[in-house]
C-alpha cells in the first residue's frame, strides 16, 4: 500500500509515517501547498498513491477568527483539493477534522457526540473543518472523514510542547497550576490514532469515523491525571473559562465516541489515562520512585 502523507513533519504526521513504514511517503508544508489545486494534482500524480493522508490544517484557533479567509482555504478548499486530486489519481483519501464540529452547550456529562450527532460549532476553525468534511466526501468517494481531539504524541510538536508536558513543566517549575473545568474532551494519543488510522484504511473502510481515546476528562481532569502519573506534587487551582478571554469560543462539551468502529472491525482506542500513562512513559517524564 503505497501512501502520501501530507504534512509529515507533523506530530501525527511522524506517527504515520513510522506506522506505515517502507510504503509511506511524507510531504512537509515546504513541499506542497494544499490551497494551490494545480499544483495538488500534479505532485499527487506523480507518486501514484494508493491513499494520500491529509494532516495540514491551519488549527491554531484564536488565529482562525482573525483570518477566516486562511482558515477556510486550508481546511476546506484545500482539504478538496488534496482529496480531488486523490481522486484522479485513483486514490483514497484521509482527512482529520476536530472535536470543534460540536458544540456542546446544555449537553450532560458522559453522553458524547457520535458520528450521527448534529454538529454545531461554535467557532471558525470548527466551521471551516465542518465545511472541509462535505467538500471531501463530495470530492471523493473513497474518503475517511476522521474526527479528532486534544491531540498529543511524542514527536515534537510545532508549538514546542503538549498539554502534559506544559502541565509537568509548570508543575515542577511553579508548584502550582491553574486549569478549567467547564470543557470536557476525548484526549487522543497520536500513535494510537495513526495505529487506528492504518486499520481503517486496511480495511477499505469509508466514510466518518470518530477516533479518540476512550472516555472524556475535564482539562482539570488531564492535567490531574498527569500528575498523578508522574508523581509530581502539585497544587491544582480549578477555574471556569472566562468569556472573552480569548478570541475563540471554546465548546464547553465535545467529547467523542464511535458507533460506526464495530462494524468496521476495528476495536475502539485504549481508554485515555492508559494511552496518557504510556505516552508520559515514553517521554520519560515518569518520576522514578
Given at each position: 500500500m503505497r501512501t502520501l502523507v501530507i504534512g509529515s513533519s507533523g506530530?501525527?504526521?511522524?506517527?504515520?509515517?513510522?506506522?506505515l513504514g517502507e510504503g509511506a511517503f511524507g510531504l512537509t508544508h515546504a513541499d506542497i501547498d494544499v490551497t494551490?489545486?494545480?499544483?495538488?494534482?500534479?505532485?499527487?500524480?506523480?507518486h501514484e498513491p494508493d491513499w494520500v493522508i491529509n494532516?495540514?490544517?491551519?488549527?491554531?484557533?484564536d488565529d482562525c477568527e482573525m483570518?477566516?479567509?486562511?482558515?477556510?482555504?486550508?481546511?476546506?478548499?484545500?482539504?478538496a483539493n488534496v482529496a480531488r486530486a486523490a481522486a484522479e489519481a485513483g486514490a483514497g483519501v484521509v482527512f482529520y477534522s476536530t472535536d470543534y464540529v460540536f458544540g456542546g452547550e446544555g449537553r450532560p456529562r458522559h453522553d458524547p457526540h457520535t458520528e450521527s450527532s448534529l454538529p454545531d460549532p461554535y467557532n471558525v476553525y470548527g466551521v471551516?473543518?465542518?465545511?472541509?468534511?462535505?467538500?471531501?466526501?463530495?470530492?471523493?468517494?473513497?474518503?475517511?472523514?476522521?474526527?479528532?481531539?486534544?491531540?498529543?504524541?511524542v514527536a515534537t510538536s510545532r508549538k514546542g510542547w503538549t498539554f502534559p508536558e506544559l502541565m509537568v513543566s509548570k508543575g515542577r517549575a511553579?508548584?502550582?497550576?491553574?486549569?478549567?473545568?467547564?470543557?470536557a474532551l476525548s484526549p487522543t494519543y497520536t500513535h494510537d490514532l495513526a495505529e487506528t488510522t492504518q486499520a481503517l484504511m486496511e480495511r477499505e473502510a469509508r466514510g466518518l469515523f470518530h477516533l479518540?481515546?476512550?472516555?472524556?476528562?475535564?482539562?482539570?481532569?488531564?492535567?490531574?491525571?498527569t500528575f498523578d502519573i508522574t508523581g509530581i506534587a502539585v497544587n491544582m487551582e480549578p477555574s471556569a473559562t472566562v468569556t472573552g478571554e480569548r478570541r475563540a469560543r471554546r465548546p464547553p462539551y465535545s467529547a467523542l465516541t464511535s458507533e460506526r468502529l464495530a462494524e468496521s472491525g476495528v476495536p475502539r482506542l485504549r481508554p485515555w489515562?492508559?494511552?496518557?500513562?504510556?505516552?508520559?512513559?515514553?517521554?520519560?517524564?515518569?518520576?522514578?520512585h
Open positions: 506530530q501525527l504526521g511522524q506517527d504515520l509515517m513510522q506506522r494551490d489545486g494545480v499544483g495538488v494534482s500534479c505532485i499527487v500524480r506523480d494532516t495540514a490544517a491551519f488549527h491554531r484557533v483570518n477566516p479567509a486562511l482558515a477556510f482555504a486550508v481546511n476546506a478548499v484545500g482539504a471551516s473543518k465542518l465545511a472541509g468534511e462535505r467538500m471531501v466526501m463530495n470530492a471523493n468517494p473513497r474518503h475517511l472523514v476522521i474526527r479528532t481531539a486534544g491531540l498529543y504524541g511553579d508548584g502550582w497550576v491553574k486549569v478549567v473545568t467547564d470543557q479518540t481515546n476512550e472516555g472524556e476528562c475535564s482539562w482539570f481532569e488531564f492535567a490531574q491525571a489515562r492508559v494511552a496518557l500513562e504510556h505516552y508520559l512513559n515514553a517521554k520519560g517524564l515518569v518520576e522514578a
